[in-house]
């Protein structure tokens, strides 16, 4: 299984995005080899930027994506990951950290209780903070 962050469904389904082959190509092949989720982090997010429309999930179901429950362990884990990156930021700069990223520690935690690799388009955040987890990404000349 490969869990699938945000802005992989998004670049798959967004006319125009340079990912959107690189996109639709992993998570058809994550499908095909051992299966794709998202989870609820992560539809939760698509729901809101998908502002209701409820077409891109429709796109992502006929695709064989599978739609997963955060599990309870991936919590600690999030966490230990989140205050690690609130301390980097605050010693990084006077300011203190926004909680806004909150979301994308819960799927790395859960990519990572799980064993499964991660797709996604920037995983900057995902290797400094969960770098044991594996991530499928596109060619760096792509991602420009």
């Known amino acids: 299984m490969k869990l699938l962050d945000t802005n992989v469904p998004i670049s798959a389904t967004s006319r125009g995005d340079p990912l ?17 989720a998202i989870n ?6 698509l729901c809101a930027c998908a502002g209701g429309n409820s077409s891109l999930l429709k796109t992502l179901e006929t695709w064989g994506v599978e739609f997963l429950d955060v599990p309870t ?4 884990i999030c966490g ?14 006077a300011t203190p950290a926004p909680r806004v990223p909150l979301p ?21 955040k995902f290797k400094t903070y ?10 760096r000349q792509a991602a420009t």
């Open 80 to 93: 230990a990951a989140y205050a690690k990156y609130l301390a980097n930021r605050k010693a990084s700069s």
């Open 40 to 45: 609820a982090v992560t539809l939760a997010e």
């Open 104 to 124: 994308d520690f819960f799927i790395g935690a859960h990519a990572e209780v799980m064993g499964w690799e991660l797709i996604t388009n920037d995983d900057r």
């Open 20 to 36: 959107q082959d690189w996109a639709q190509t992993a998570i058809k092949r994550a499908v095909a080899h051992g299966g794709a």
């Open 73 to 76: 362990n991936a919590a600690p």
């Open 130 to 139: 969960f770098p044991a987890l594996k991530s499928e990404q596109p060619p």
